[in-house]
């Protein structure tokens, strides 16, 4: 099996040609995974040329799905052969994937699904916002953070000002009275 990988915009397209199987599922689990590594959240896996596709390659769709929803991702399949969509039927999976018989309508589905999330805010920022005393809007330390050498916070909130000031270029804030091993704010 080859894979060529290309991206449109915010979507990366990973092109199966071949037969995707016991040995072949590792590669594509690897590229995948590569492609999750440089911060890619929506995916195309344009089927077009795949002349066979096994429980292996499933695995990896799964996984991929898997990963992609927690980090308010998308998969989408596209160009599935008679063969293809037949396994992908016959595995349960046909209700749950999106699936297109183009690629276009593909890549237009995920732009529609990559603009609701434009500017949305994570989870994790918002409770990092929460967590510094920010208006909570994303734009953490907009307002200053609590004063951590009160202890009044934990060493949770005093770790995550400390990483996102370093992050920021500015010095963090006095260190707590608490060294890092010690868990009476645990």
């Known amino acids: 099996m080859d894979i060529r ?67 308010e991702g998308a998969l989408v399949l596209c160009q599935l052969s008679d063969h293809v969509q037949t396994v992908i039927e016959i595995s349960g999976l046909g209700g749950h994937l999106a699936i297109f018989p183009r690629r276009e309508e593909a890549l237009a589905h995920l732009s529609s699904v990559g603009e ?18 920010s208006r909570g809007d994303g734009d953490l330390l907009q307002e200053r953070p609590p004063d951590f050498a009160s202890g009044s916070s934990s060493l949770l909130s005093q770790e995550v000002a400390r990483l996102l000031t370093e992050d920021l270029g500015r010095e963090p804030d006095e260190p707590s ?4 091993g010690d868990s009476r704010d645990a």
């Open 177 to 180: 009275e608490h060294s890092p």
């Open 5 to 71: 990988e290309t991206k449109e915009g915010h979507v990366a397209i990973v092109e199966l040609i071949g037969s995707v199987d016991t040995r072949s599922s590792f590669d594509f689990e690897k590229k995948v995974l590569e492609l999750l590594q440089d911060e890619s959240r929506f995916f195309v896996v344009d089927f077009a040329e795949v002349s066979q596709l096994t429980s292996s390659g499933i695995r990896v769709l799964l996984m991929l799905g898997q990963k992609l929803a927690r980090l």
């Open 116 to 133: 609701s999330f434009k500017g949305r805010v994570s989870k994790v920022s918002s409770l990092a916002s929460r967590l510094l005393g």
